[in-house]
């Protein structure tokens, strides 16, 4: 099935560490994105990616960083310098953001990220 | 400009309609609904291309006035099965970073029994 993989689902952090969480899709999507969900927030973009070897920060890219080597896979690193790095992350996908449709956004089950 | 979400939340009893409204200060060329339930990934419910267009999906059906720079999601004879937090993502023109959606704060929908 096509689809989008994150992991792991949940996470726990020491202070001072940083962490990675993984996505890959396998629905030959373009673009792929990173957001962040804390309650009565709804979502916010942290970086997107449009193609491969190339990626733009979101508005809270802060203490975040991203790689795209492969258009499958656009895993998140959480760094130490994210002071407040417990919320719910989503990982998603679009065909094509510079097309009409496009732009639908597709998103994975997500990760919880806990500091401990 | 984030779009504007109202109401945030709203309490139905099964049957009950409602309506949730997306609003932005910018022009808008798309408007997508999704609906997430407590702790999964947002749904994807329905895009919305053409000022005035409305779609439908089961009984839940959605507007989009191009001029006013708004969009409308109605649910009709609620089911204890549409609860989650609805949110609205916009577009502005295609190309670069403004293709990307700006989601908004999201709408709480709670159907009673």
């Known amino acids: 099935d096509g689809g989008i993989t994150q992991s792991p689902k949940y996470l726990f952090r020491k202070e001072g560490q940083n962490v990675t969480l993984s996505c890959e899709q396998n629905?030959?999507?373009?673009?792929m994105y990173w957001y962040r969900q804390d309650p009565g927030q709804g979502l916010r973009l942290i970086y997107y990616?449009?193609?491969?070897?190339?990626?733009q920060k979101g508005d809270i890219a802060e203490g975040y960083s991203v790689s795209r080597e492969k258009k499958e896979s656009f895993p998140l690193t959480v760094t130490s310098a994210q002071k407040n790095p417990t919320a719910f992350y989503l990982c998603?996908?679009?065909?094509?953001?510079?097309?009409?449709?496009?732009?639908?956004?597709?998103f994975g089950e997500g990760s919880w990220l806990t500091v401990v | 400009q984030q779009p504007v979400q109202s109401p945030q939340a709203v309490i139905l009893r099964e049957g009950e309609d409602a309506v949730i409204n997306c609003s932005s200060s910018k022009a808008l060329y798309s408007v997508h609904w999704y609906r997430q339930k407590h702790g999964e990934a947002p749904v994807f419910l329905m895009i919305l291309l053409k000022g005035g267009e409305q779609k439908g999906h089961e009984k839940i059906s959605a507007s989009f006035n191009e001029k006013k720079q708004q969009s409308s999601l109605y649910l009709t004879a609620s089911q204890l099965s549409y609860s989650g937090t609805y949110f609205c993502g916009t577009g502005g023109p295609y190309g670069g970073s403004q293709g990307n959606l700006i989601f908004g704060k999201g709408t709480k929908l709670s159907v009673k029994p």
């Open positions: 629905l030959n999507h373009d673009a």
């Open positions: 998603a996908s679009s065909i094509d953001p510079r097309t009409v449709s496009g732009n639908t956004i597709y």
């Open positions: 990616s449009q193609i491969v070897n190339d990626f």
